[in-house]
């Protein structure tokens, strides 16, 4: 079974930064496909980015510029930094993973396992 669990969330000014962690269990995280989404109340649940096993990243163009995927395979963890905070940034922000590492996913329904969320809280 492999289990994902979100940390970092908070809140912060706008402008500020933050870096949210995702620890993945089990033994072949580096093959995985990984993705960060968030969902803002009364919203769906959109992609912020997503990384293949090789690194290669992606982003929502609401994101580009302010956000970093990154992910270390030696720690089984993956990790999103977000600079230049807005209030619209604020969200429950989850983690996702995929087995099929080969490309990066924008669809939720892509994903196979997901963490249970950190919230994010930016102040105007």
């Known amino acids: 079974q492999v289990q994902l669990v979100e940390s970092g969330g908070g809140l912060v000014q706008a402008g500020g930064s933050l870096r949210l962690s995702c620890a993945v269990s089990?033994?072949?995280?580096?093959?995985?496909?990984m993705g960060w989404f968030r969902q803002a109340p009364g919203s769906q649940r959109e992609l912020v980015g997503a990384?293949?096993?090789?690194?290669?990243?992606n982003y929502a163009d609401s994101v580009k510029g302010r956000f970093t995927i990154s992910r270390d395979n030696a720690k089984n963890t993956v990790y999103l930094q977000m600079n230049s905070l807005k209030p619209e940034d604020t969200a429950v922000y989850y983690c996702?993973?995929?087995?099929?590492?080969?490309?990066?996913?924008?669809?939720?329904?892509?994903?196979?396992?997901w963490g249970q969320g950190t919230q994010v809280t930016v102040s105007s």
């Open positions: 996702a993973a995929d087995p099929d590492g080969s490309s990066w996913y924008e669809s939720q329904w892509e994903y196979e396992y």
């Open positions: 990384i293949t096993s090789l690194g290669s990243t």
């Open positions: 089990g033994r072949t995280f580096s093959s995985y496909a």
